[in-house]
């Protein structure tokens, strides 16, 4: 089995910074693409961004040129660095892990929280 544990949650104010981690344990071979999503109250979880392994990148429109996300394969950790936050961008960020033995299995973390203020 593979965990996903999530940290670097919290509150900030409006144009600031905050980077998230994403650390994955266990059969680390199972894992494929590893990406961000997130999650606001009543909302659908959304994708954020996303990273392969040979490193190609997605975002979303909403984040583009505001987050990156990177990847240290040797330590299983994937971050999402967060620049010019507003509030709409307060959600639960949940890690995301695509399993390359499981066609459309998908691990996931517990979730962090991210509070943006005004």
């Known amino acids: 089995q593979v965990q996903l544990v999530e940290s670097g949650g919290g509150l900030v104010q409006a144009g600031g910074s905050l980077r998230l981690s994403c650390k994955a344990s266990g059969r680390t071979y199972r894992i494929g693409a590893m990406g961000w999503y997130r999650q606001a109250p009543g909302r659908q979880r959304e994708l954020v961004a996303t990273f392969t392994r040979d490193s190609s990148t997605n975002y979303a429109d909403s984040v583009k040129g505001r987050f990156t996300i990177s990847r240290d394969n040797a330590k299983n950790t994937v971050y999402l660095q967060m620049n010019s936050l507003k509030p709409e961008d307060t959600a639960v960020y949940y890690c995301?892990?695509?399993?390359?033995?499981?066609?459309?299995?998908?691990?996931w973390g517990q979730g962090t929280q991210v509070t943006v203020s005004a």
């Open positions: 995301n892990a695509e399993s390359t033995v499981t066609t459309g299995y998908y691990y």
